[in-house]
Each structure stands twice: as structure tokens, then as C-alpha cells.
């Protein structure tokens, strides 16, 4: 049996990008491949581990990690064929300490920091990343390679189905898992300034948030949750930050407005603005309220929207998922 094991964490610290992406090219490989062994390895919170007993994924405690010493990991690469390696706690000795013949290595990267001319193979699904070659064995770049929940492509195929609403009654406002600049709850309140009689679906982790109050509009604040394909199914557009639900909203061809949390994912945001799929809103480290009205208004527009969603379909690939499992199998020979 082939043994693929994931090296990503999922905290307060790291975030759940990482583990997101990676438990969905997971269940991926369960979906198309059934005899295959997966194991998890990273500090995991006790929300990423009932994700993993959820899928009855194997996970191992791993909390003694330094960016340098690859030999901590190696303690578990025994009789293990693929090492996936998705974190920014690394550097490029311990990339190269791990690149060896026992096993294949992944790496999945964003911001082309590393020489990953050694790894078997690189998984890059940003935007832009076509434009880039790592000189590795084997590269799976673009958003033909991105690693969506399993759930979302019918997500996908019915907002494809559906003509764009003439209005927008819905609204989804999902700044991300730790909202480090504190804009979400400013920008539910400015919406119910500008609206009146919508609904917004406001996902926040701060302790806050329960208690805000609108005077417009109905407002429904959750807590963070791995099934929000049962909330993208009805919204009409979504206001997100930079990183992974912005990918999300437009493979689901819902017209997006980001908000970028980093410089890193500011780059990465004006290349989706650039091709049509999104629109910049403003930045949450220099928050800019004017910026943010003047976007959301050109967002609003049918117009608009009709052609974001054109742009998602058109660019997106519907069975992303199964291109990246398939590269992943492929390096092993199966």
C-alpha cells in the first residue's frame, strides 16, 4: 500500500490555510484512490484534529519543529513513499536535507522563496504561478491544480447553471480564520449603511462579533465552519480576504470583492483583479474606507458581476482536484 504523509500545521499561529489545502487534496486521493495510507504530522488544534477523526486520517503530534533540523520529521518517514510539505516554518537546508531517494517529495508553494530545483514535484495553484518554473522534476502550476473542498464542485456546477441575480440580496463577509487587522466587523457595519432589508452571513472568529448589532439589515454571524458550501450556495456575492476563500469563491463563480491581509497575498490579489476574477476592495493593513466604497459599488453593478462570473468559469477547472491527484500518483509510478 502506498503511504503518502502530509507535514502541515493547523493553529493559532500558522492559521488553517496550510491544513485546509492540504486535507482537501486528502480526501481527494481517498475519493480516486482508496488503497492508499495518509498520514497527518504537525501541531494540530483540537478543530483541525475532529476534522481529521472526521475522515478517519491517521495524525501524529508533531510540535518539535525547527525551520533548520529536517531530522525531527525523519523520525517518521519510515517505509512512507511521498512527503507532502506545506509551511513557512522551513528554509532551503531543510528542503535540501530532505530531498533524498527513499521517498518523492511535494512541496506546495506560493511565494517562490525557495530553489525547489531538487523536489519531485511543485503544487503552485496562485494565479500567476505559469509564469514561474522551479526546474523541479515535475511542476502542477495555475488554478488547473487547485485543491477545492470535494463539496464545492457542485457548488460550481450549479452557480454555472444559474443565471447572475438581477440584485444583490446576499452577502457573505469572510475575512479569514484570524482577522489580524480587525476589519471585518468595521465593514459589517459600513454595509449597513449602504443597504437596507439584506441578508449578511458574516463568519468571524473574534468574541465580539456576536453582539453586533444592525439597524438596516438581517445579520447572521458564525463561527468558522468546513462546511461552507452550504452557505456559498445562496449568497450572491462574497467579501473575503486575500488568501484561500477568495480561490474558493471564484471557483464557485461567485462574484468576489478581496481584502488582502499581507503584502504577500496583496501581490496575488491584484493578479485575480487583473484577470477578471475579483475585485480588490482595499487593503486590511492600510484600510482604506473611500477605496472600499468606490470597489464595492463597481461590484454591485450586474454588469460586473455577470462578467466576474464569465471569468471564473472560463479560467477555473471544474475537476482541479483530480488534476492535482493525479500528479501527485503520478511521481509514484502508480
Known amino acids: 500500500m502506498m503511504r503518502i504523509l502530509f507535514r502541515c500545521d493547523a493553529n493559532v499561529e500558522n492559521g488553517y490555510g496550510h491544513f485546509s489545502r492540504c486535507l482537501n487534496i486528502a480526501r481527494g486521493i481517498i475519493f480516486f484512490k482508496h488503497d492508499i495510507e495518509l498520514v497527518f504530522v504537525g501541531d494540530y488544534s483540537s478543530k483541525a484534529q475532529s476534522h481529521l477523526l472526521k475522515y478517519e486520517i491517521t495524525f501524529i503530534d508533531f510540535t518539535q519543529h525547527t525551520q533548520d533540523n529536517s531530522n525531527n520529521l525523519k523520525v517518521f518517514t519510515n517505509g512512507v513513499d511521498v512527503i507532502i510539505l506545506d509551511s513557512y516554518k522551513i528554509t532551503q537546508q531543510y528542503i535540501d536535507a530532505l530531498c533524498q531517494k527513499l521517498y518523492r517529495i511535494v512541496v506546495i508553494d506560493d511565494f517562490y522563496k525557495f530553489d525547489l530545483s531538487k523536489v519531485d514535484l511543485v503544487i503552485n495553484f496562485c494565479i500567476d504561478a505559469i509564469k514561474h518554473d522551479y526546474l523541479s522534476k515535475d511542476q502542477a502550476l495555475g488554478v488547473d491544480y487547485f485543491p477545492y ?5 457542485t457548488v460550481r456546477e450549479a452557480k454555472i447553471a444559474n443565471a447572475v441575480s438581477a440584485e444583490v440580496k446576499r452577502i457573505l463577509v469572510c475575512i479569514g480564520g484570524y482577522d489580524i487587522h480587525n476589519v471585518g466587523d468595521k465593514i459589517v ?8 432589508n439584506r441578508d449578511i452571513i458574516y463568519l ?3 468574541k465580539n462579533s456576536p453582539s453586533i448589532k444592525l439597524l438596516n439589515n438581517n445579520l447572521n454571524v458564525l463561527p468558522f465552519s468546513d462546511a461552507l458550501e ?5 449568497i450572491d456575492i462574497s467579501i473575503t480576504g486575500g488568501g484561500l476563500t477568495k480561490y474558493e469563491s471564484a471557483y464557485c463563480c461567485i462574484p468576489n470583492g478581496n481584502i488582502p491581509q499581507t503584502v504577500d497575498e496583496l501581490s496575488d490579489s491584484i493578479f485575480f483583479e487583473n484577470e477578471n476574477l475579483s475585485f480588490r476592495l482595499s487593503e486590511a493593513f492600510n484600510f482604506d474606507l473611500i477605496q472600499f466604497n468606490k470597489s464595492l459599488r463597481n461590484l454591485l453593478s450586474f454588469d460586473v458581476r455577470n462578467r466576474l462570473v464569465k471569468s471564473d468559469c472560463d479560467k477555473f477547472n471544474t475537476n482541479s482536484l483530480l488534476n492535482v491527484v493525479n500528479k501527485i500518483l503520478t511521481i509514484h509510478g502508480s
Open 149 to 153: 473542498k470535494p463539496e464545492l464542485k
Open 189 to 196: 457595519y459600513h454595509l449597513d449603511t449602504m443597504f437596507t
Open 230 to 234: 452550504d452557505i456559498y450556495c445562496d
Open 204 to 206: 468571524s472568529s473574534h
